[in-house]
């Protein structure tokens, strides 16, 4: 029951138990509770009911604050932590990793995380800790490391943004209730889109304009055009993200598009292709912003060990390297990237890369022996 003041809320309460008395019915005021927003008088109850601070209404937490649903966020931010957190326990003993990972994660984690996320108003700070939390779980599932860059995992796995997911459920709450029998629903939409004060609406409006979408244009299009055109502005972010990270040179070339990688599996082998694909494989080069030990230590070249020097020159890895699969070219980052790119003979391409990686790991340690 909503009311505009208190003494309007006793008499409809008074009126509700009443009514509901004619018909054999009882208010439990046990398991009743109300909401006062703004009150300055303290009210400890009305009608016999007690006030609280906070109510669970349809599996959502509602709070007396201006932001009424920041108790729900919280939760919701909470959950996607421990549910992130119990995801190696989930991939540890499944055949396939990324896809059990992946599965876990999209079909049941985020549909529970996010329920109810179409009536409410997140702040960005809010969709971006929701957003570290994703990153933490595909880095787990594809063996990341921690200079893997986010927008690489992103189109390995196939995976939307956080952001992304929560303006398609806001057009698709609005669409429901417009294109539903609900008059009362219908009612309130209309008032509150009408209300340019209104956060939700203010909301609303800000990501139609940052998809580039119009009102007219979410109430004409189905879902699923819908979708296409979340998918165009996300895919758009994902682009402008890759061209900036200047270690993802040859992947841009490469992967044109966020689509889902499915020849990964659990062998070590496979962890290594992802790490050379994204190039974050820890060769020193890594060491460049650290100790600054970044030439190679396993031959007298003395140059960087970089994912060129490596995969194509070092000349004490060259019986690991099969010359079939890397072919001799002008440009060094097309024999790069037609290695690691072209699906063609990929499982031989990983235990090369394995075996590669084996041997600079034995040359280093006979070394370190010396
Ligand atoms: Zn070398």
Known sequence: MLANSIPEAEENLKLLIEISKKFGLEINKEKSNVLIFNDKEKTQEICGIKVTDNIKYLGITIINKKDL????????????QKLANMTFNIIE??????????????????????????????????????????????????????????????????????????????????????????????DILRKTKADKKNRWTITLDKYLE???????????????????????????????????????NIYRYWKKEIKEETFYDNRWSSKLLFLARTNSLPLNIRNRHTNGKVHCNICDMNVNEDLEHFLIDCPKLENERCQKYIEEKDVKDDAIGKFLFEVSNIEEKKEMIQKMWKKRKSLIQEMDDL
């Not at 329920?115 to 939390?133: C, D, S």
């Not at 979410?218 to 819908?226: H, Y």
């Open 69 to 80: 649903f920041k108790k729900q966020k919280e939760n919701m931010i909470e959950k996607a």
């Open 93 to 186: 003993k499944c055949c396939n990793k990324v896809l059990i990972g992946k599965t876990y994660w999209k079909s049941l984690v985020l549909p529970s995380v996010l329920y109810g996320a179409g009536v409410i108003n997140f702040t960005n700070a809010e969709i971006q800790k929701l957003q570290i939390i994703e990153n933490s779980v595909y880095r787990k599932i594809l063996g990341g490391r921690k200079d893997t860059p986010v927008s690489a995992m992103r189109s390995e796995i196939g995976a939307s943004l956080m952001k992304t997911r929560i303006i398609e459920s806001k057009i698709n709450l609005s669409k429901n209730i417009s294109t539903g029998k609900n008059k009362l629903l219908k």
């Open 210 to 248: 940052e998809i580039n979408i119009t009102s007219i244009e979410t109430e004409k299009l189905n879902k699923k055009e819908i979708k296409d055109r979340l998918r165009r502005w996300d895919s758009e972010n994902w682009r402008k993200e890759i061209e900036s990270k200047s270690s993802l």
